[in-house]
């Protein structure tokens, strides 16, 4: 069985830039988690969805940062502009509903210049 | 609001010792994930507690849950090099699929 996926594995910008991040989580889960992990720290929420419906979205920053999953599958956080502050890991989770299990995807290191 | 309290932060240890880690919790919950981190790699999950006196064993860790004294322990048996790695529990902050609180996590270091 395939794991959670994401893709870039890395990304260098300059400040102000954007950047998007890609997700595609487990087959049939249902639920899925990004979170930011900082250097030396463990990961952090910043939103989760329940299929296409974001239900926990009280940890994103939304003056710069917005995420979507369409049709309920794969998912797409975005930071516009970045900031010095965003370098970080980006990890996506994907659970199924009711198990509380959550298996993490490899995640996107952004290294903001 | 949740937290989430590991201890220590950072452990060396000699190949063969053994040691334990402590992750203590603020709020009452009945789900604890202990995951390993590798450098530069993601989470894997090692064990999922899911009730008060929850023991499990994998190999040379084993995981136990007190939900009474909000204390999960990671017990390292006769510690072997590939257990480097940094160490991560997680509490759900209400039950299941919902939101998880991570502590820093333990940078463990095996030396031969």
């Known amino acids: 069985e395939a794991g959670v996926v994401q893709s870039p594995r890395y990304k260098i910008i300059e400040k102000k830039q954007p950047v998007a991040f890609w997700c595609n989580p487990i087959s049939g889960h249902n639920t899925l988690y990004w979170y930011l992990q900082n250097l030396g720290q463990g990961p952090e929420l910043l939103i989760r969805?329940?299929?296409?419906?974001?239900?926990?979205d009280s940890q994103l920053p939304k003056d710069r940062f917005s995420a979507e999953r369409l049709k309920g599958v794969d998912s797409t956080l975005k930071i516009q502009p970045a900031e010095l502050g965003d370098s970080a890991v980006y990890l996506c989770?994907?659970?199924?509903?009711?198990?509380?299990?959550?298996?993490f995807g490899p995640g996107t290191r952004l290294t903001v210049l | 609001e949740l937290k989430v309290e590991q201890n220590p932060l950072f452990l060396s240890m000699q190949e063969g010792k053994n040691y334990t880690i402590y992750c203590n919790y603020s709020?009452?919950?009945?789900?604890l994930y202990w995951y390993r981190q590798d450098p530069g790699k993601s989470l894997e999950s090692l064990f999922v507690l899911l009730s008060n006196g929850a023991v499990k064993q994998e190999g040379r860790l084993m995981a136990s849950l007190d939900t009474k004294a909000r204390l999960s322990t990671l017990h390292i048996t006769a510690a072997v090099h590939d257990l480097s790695a940094t160490y991560f529990c997680a509490v759900d902050s209400k039950g299941g699929s919902e939101k998880l609180v991570f502590g820093k996590g333990t940078k463990l270091t095996v030396n031969p």
């Open positions: 969805y329940e299929n296409e419906e974001a239900v926990d």
């Open positions: 989770a994907s659970s199924l509903v009711r198990t509380g299990e959550q298996f």
């Open positions: 709020t009452t919950s009945d789900r």
